[in-house]
């Protein structure tokens, strides 16, 4: 008997808009004291009346839109009873059988040789509103804090205390089919989804914030023959189990990792799940805990809120801002339009806001190369033959120079002080060899801090590239008779001493000496 992971998520996006889903409480709740965005109508208080909030509907729509989901013409609201003492009317405002969106698919592609496929089709069963439930905080209270408690004597006692800030915020559910094959899988369509919301502006996403939060059904299926898994022909699905409180990427691979092997050891001893049940993760011990059996759609007893009218969408889909390119297209315009590696692409645009930067810089270097006039032919010619150079120093300068002095200073793409044209400009220097690398550094440094232009920087500095050979000439003969015996051992075929000396040579320019002029220079002097 062969085992496979059969894998679905419910993937809940918060939605930031400037008010609650039914009310016009603020929504940014996180943000303020406990218990201070309520009121009557998130608190669910008798007599109240919600009324839709229509930019979390057209947020709704446009993630659905980008998900390749069939936006039905007709929806509705539907009540959801359940009772939790972070949900303060006694049952959520949901959609059931009428959802504002069905039938989507996303595309993934899986880097991973390990992994049963290299491309994956997720299909998407239903995306849908909601409002989300108050928030509970869960602290132990000391000795000190609990004089004249009844019952404490003097012991710690482990209390829950629940901030309604959250409740009513938008949701929007997102519901998979059972369509994963892996733990790798799952993540990597959790990171895709977290960057369609943020290109589309509708949430910033954060899961260690709650903006981003996933419940992960699994169960394990015997197969016979893998390659009739896609042929229709699979045996029935077994007993879910749903596994909460998944608050990161890390966290949702393992946990699956975990219950995997979880599974398969219960389907060995032949006492495999035969209810579905829900289990929380526990991140400080890496392992999951069954919490309760899982509730079935008839035990929450659904029916058509009647506070809130259908919902016509057939002219609201219509006019939906122009979708702006997604991620998966944007990757592979940047790996067709400016030649970068796969891995490079999706760097450069895992975050929008630096793929925008790195567009900016790109067309201001198409610029500074055209008019430096070192070239002969048509513009696209120029651009062409010096377009695989020019992005090679691009994205080592920008992803992993630039990228860590911004780790180093807590700064980001959105607050350094660096525009495109004078990032342009300096990779320009670095191409024409007027500044040596470690310069480079201590010049891009000091733009990110200050905004000045690079050149600016060089020029007060005094920090441009020596490349003067009867200068450099000088400076290598003082540092060969100041080292004899390394000489000789040079000449006596240790080759490792070269770096001695071009590291010399480098010490005593700070830096600033054409470094392949400096190495020609010393293997000629040490023949």
Not at 221 to 248: C, F, H, M, Q, W
Not at 259 to 278: A, G, H, Y
Not at 305 to 331: H, I, V, W, Y
């Amino acid at each position: 008997m062969h085992l496979v992971p059969v894998i679905g998520l419910e993937i809940h996006i918060q939605l930031k808009t400037k008010s609650k889903m039914f009310c016009g409480c603020d929504n940014s709740g996180e943000d303020q004291k406990p218990n201070t965005t309520i009121c009557p109508i998130c608190m669910g208080h008798p007599g109240t009346l919600p009324v839709i909030n229509k930019q979390a509907l057209e947020y709704g729509l446009l993630m659905g839109k980008a998900l390749n989901c069939e936006i039905k013409n007709f929806s509705k609201f539907d009540r959801k009873q359940y009772f939790y003492p972070d949900l303060p009317k006694g049952y959520q405002i949901s959609q059931y059988d009428k959802p504002i969106c069905e039938n989507g698919w996303l595309n993934l592609v899986i880097p991973s040789k390990n992994n049963l496929r290299e491309e994956a089709k997720i299909r998407i069963n239903r995306a849908h509103l909601e409002e989300d439930a108050a928030k509970l905080i869960h602290e132990v209270s000391h000795p000190e804090r609990l004089k004249g408690v009844e019952g404490s004597h003097g012991s710690k006692l482990e209390a829950s205390l629940v901030d309604y800030n959250r409740a009513g915020t938008p949701l929007l559910e997102i519901v998979t089919e059972p369509d994963f094959y892996s733990s790798l899988e799952a993540k990597i369509f959790m990171q895709e989804l977290r960057l369609i919301a943020r290109y589309l502006d509708v949430s910033t996403a954060d899961m260690e914030k709650g903006h981003l939060r996933c419940d992960a059904n699994i169960s394990m299926r015997p197969i016979v023959d893998d390659a009739k898994r896609d042929t229709g022909s699979l045996p029935k699905l077994y007993p879910k189990t749903e596994i909460k409180n998944l608050n990161s990427f890390r966290s949702v691979e393992r946990a699956l990792e975990y219950e995997i092997k979880r599974q398969t050891k219960l389907w060995e001893e032949d006492n495999p799940p035969t209810k579905q049940s829900t289990r929380g993760w526990n991140d400080a011990k890496q392992i999951t805990e069954e919490q309760r059996i899982k509730e079935e759609e008839k035990d929450y007893r659904y029916f058509p809120e009647p506070d809130l009218p259908p919902l016509d969408l057939t002219e609201l889909k219509f006019n939906l801002k122009s979708m702006p390119e997604l991620p998966q297209a944007k990757r592979k315009r940047f790996e067709e339009q400016y030649g970068f590696t796969s891995e490079e692409a999706k760097i450069l645009t895992d975050d929008n806001k630096l793929a925008n930067y790195t567009e900016n810089i790109i067309s201001e270097l198409e610029s500074w190369l055209l008019a430096l006039g070192e070239t002969e032919g048509t513009k696209e010619e120029i651009i062409e033959e010096n377009k695989k150079k020019l992005n090679k120093l691009l994205v080592g300068w920008l992803v992993n120079k630039l990228g860590g002095l911004m780790t180093q200073h807590k700064r980001d793409i959105g607050t350094i002080k660096i525009t495109p044209e004078n990032f342009a400009e300096f990779i320009t220097m670095i191409y024409q060899n007027k500044i040596s690398g470690p310069v480079a550094l201590k010049i891009l440094e000091e733009m990110m801090l200050t905004g000045k232009d690079p050149s600016q920087i060089m020029d007060d500095g005094n920090m441009a590239q020596i490349s003067n050979s009867d200068e450099l000439e000088t400076i290598i003969d003082e540092i060969i008779n100041a080292n004899p015996s390394e000489a000789e051992g040079y000449k006596n075929g240790k080759e490792t001493l070269l770096q001695f000396f071009i590291g010399q040579a480098m010490k005593k320019t700070q830096g600033k000496a054409n470094p392949q002029m400096v190495e020609n220079l010393i293997k000629n002097k040490l023949k």
